[in-house]
């Protein structure tokens, strides 16, 4: 049973235009949601979160949207660049009574591709 | 401030065999979990040690097990190999009230 999803294996953009990474989960229990951006031959490298109580986090040229309803998030990235090339993985998580959170469940990526 | 650090990067087992990987935590992390992570697929979450004891287990057989030590570095131990133990595996660190991970980058396990 998946609890995370990315659904779209692949995106391809061109550079300067948007890109936007999709994720759903199923879990209801979960209330913090983190996005990674992984390179080849490098571990996961967090980009930016966000809490439940929000629905919305921006950093930088990163925003993440979060609409509990529907149990989806998603990353947008304006204007892309070609170093944003990379996998990103949607993650989710329950934090537990001593605020630190607890186990991340990984959707299965997407590889985000920048054309110049 | 130091990173997450795992050794070695790669490694070829036969099946059968025993492998211990390592990892040193970010300074400041006295929270470590490891990861299996497959081709194409996300990361899975295998364990959790905090302060020296196990806090939280995925669907892992008891073949993977672990230790964290004092100074909050680690160890992944899987005995009796199987080829499906072929994976990239990720030690992931966090401190105190603090919301990521921070993840080293990984061992590729080979097991033939």
């Known amino acids: 049973d998946q609890q995370v999803k990315q659904n779209s294996p692949s995106l391809s953009v061109q550079e300067g235009r948007i890109s936007i990474l999709n994720c759903d989960y199923t879990n209801s229990m979960f209330d913090y949601f983190l996005w990674y951006k992984k390179y080849p031959a490098e571990g996961p490298t967090f980009l930016i979160s966000i809490s439940s109580i929000k629905d919305k986090n921006e950093d930088g040229r990163f925003t993440v949207f979060l609409n509990k309803s529907a149990k989806h998030l998603s990353l947008h990235i304006v204007p892309s660049q070609p170093g944003d090339s990379a996998v990103y993985f949607c993650a989710a998580t329950r934090m537990n009574s001593g605020g630190s959170n607890y186990k991340l469940t990984f959707g299965k990526g997407t590889l985000l591709t920048v054309n110049p | 401030e130091t990173g997450v650090t795992q050794s070695p990067t790669h490694l070829i087992k036969t099946r059968g065999q025993q492998v211990t990987l390592r990892c040193s935590s970010q300074?400041?992390?006295?929270?470590v979990s490891w990861y299996q992570q497959a081709l194409g697929q996300g990361p899975q979450f295998i364990f959790q040690y905090y302060r020296e004891e196990e806090n939280g287990r995925g669907n892992f057989p008891p073949r993977f097990s672990g230790l964290q030590f004092p100074n909050y570095s680690s160890e992944l131990n899987v005995n009796a190999l199987e080829l499906d133990d072929s994976a990239l595996y990720l030690c992931?660190?966090?401190?105190?009230?603090?919301?990521?991970?921070?993840f080293g980058s990984g061992t590729r396990l080979t097991v033939v």
């Open positions: 300074s400041g992390h006295n929270t």
């Open positions: 992931a660190s966090t401190g105190p009230f603090n919301y990521g991970y921070t």
